[in-house]
């Protein structure tokens, strides 16, 4: 419930359900999975009000579980993701590449790859937006491009915040990269999808944004 209130713009009532959960995990000594799902949602409240510190030490008590024998940890890519997404808010671009790195290196080797795509997906466009703010906007281009692929592939392309939000990166690289008629055509399709919501969290609406405002400087 935490993240779908993130998700909608309710902040003080995400974080006022996070609070009551935690209390409740602590007092059952709940499972470390339930206590994990509270800590990924805590996150995207930190990171959606601009709270990357506080967010990066909430993380360290991810609890991670060691892969299954010829397995992997769903658990330690899990983290890998949050860090990820942590360093990119936190401008620790390079962290970021190599935490979202870490998650599709696994996955390549894996047998169990397709059971995993949607971590896939996040990882590429995590990649793509620390490449992007990094300078390298033709390397970006290719991981944001495969990001708003998989997401498109997994995803409902008309509703989805997350491809709204990779297909927002996407036109901010097109964008740079002076491919003007493909970055309006992305921008349009992430404004689409926001549209249908009546409720959107600012950390959706904002590359938008960012991207109009930018544009009408140039």
């Not at 935690?22 to 206590?35: L, N």
């Not at 709204?164 to 921008?187: M, P």
Request: some cysteine; glycine content about 6%.
């Amino acid at each position: 419930m935490g993240r779908a209130l993130v998700d909608l713009d309710r902040y003080s009532e995400a974080g006022a359900a996070l609070d009551e959960a935690s209390h409740i995990h602590d007092a059952i000594h709940d499972s470390p999975a339930y206590v994990n799902e509270n800590i990924e949602s805590r996150t995207r409240l930190l990171l959606a009000t601009g709270k990357a510190a506080e967010a990066e030490r909430g993380i360290r008590n991810f609890a991670v579980r060691d892969a299954p024998s010829g397995g992997i940890s769903e658990t330690s890519m899990q983290a890998s993701l949050l860090r990820a997404d942590v360093a990119l808010a936190a401008g620790s671009f390079s962290a970021a590449d190599e935490s979202a790195s870490r998650v599709i290196d696994e996955l390549r080797r894996s047998a169990a790859r397709d059971f995993f795509s949607a971590f896939e997906a996040r990882a590429a466009v995590i990649k793509g937006k620390a490449l992007l703010r990094s300078g390298a906007r033709s390397e970006a281009l290719s991981w944001l491009e495969r990001g708003v692929s998989m997401y498109s592939a997994l995803m409902d392309e008309s509703k989805s915040p997350s491809l709204a939000d990779a297909e927002s990166a996407l036109a901010r690289c097109l964008s740079e990269l002076g491919k003007n008629h493909r970055a309006r055509r992305f921008a349009a399709r992430a404004e689409a999808i926001l549209a249908t919501h009546k409720d959107i969290g600012r950390q959706f609406e904002s590359p938008l944004r960012d991207l109009r405002m930018s544009n009408e400087t140039h």
